[in-house]
């Protein structure tokens, strides 16, 4: 299981979790939802779930669910800053397509 942050994500993430000291890391999956099938979720890990697939990178934690580590595993994490907005943004090599409003995406069933 490989999940890498990018140096923003990284400093935004020691961020976050310096806000929640019970914080063991970061969750990172997916869940369904969408036109296209799977969106990302991040959240503070406050706990380890059974099945946890755990990489650590520079200190920071990442826990990931079970159902999610074939979906998310290779993918790189960064953080953008636009104007007021700001987001996670995620370059994963298993997404195959999104949705048109960005808010999902698919996998290659074959893979």
Do not use: H
């Not at 993430?13 to 990302?40: I, K």
Request: proline share 5%; glycine share 10%; net charge negative.
């Amino acid at each position: 299981m490989a999940i890498a942050l990018a140096p923003a994500a990284l400093e935004r993430a020691r961020r976050f979790l310096a806000d929640s000291p019970d914080a063991l890391g970061l969750r990172f999956g997916v869940t369904r939802t969408g036109c296209s099938g799977w969106g990302y979720v991040v959240d503070i890990a406050r706990e380890e779930k059974p099945g946890d697939a755990i990489s650590e990178q520079d200190g920071v934690r990442i826990y990931v669910d079970a159902q999610s580590q074939a979906i998310v595993d290779g993918t790189e994490i960064d953080f953008a800053q636009k104007g007021l907005n700001q987001e996670f943004v995620f370059r994963n090599p298993n997404a195959a397509a999104a949705c048109g409003c960005g808010e999902s995406f698919t996998t290659d069933p074959t893979k």
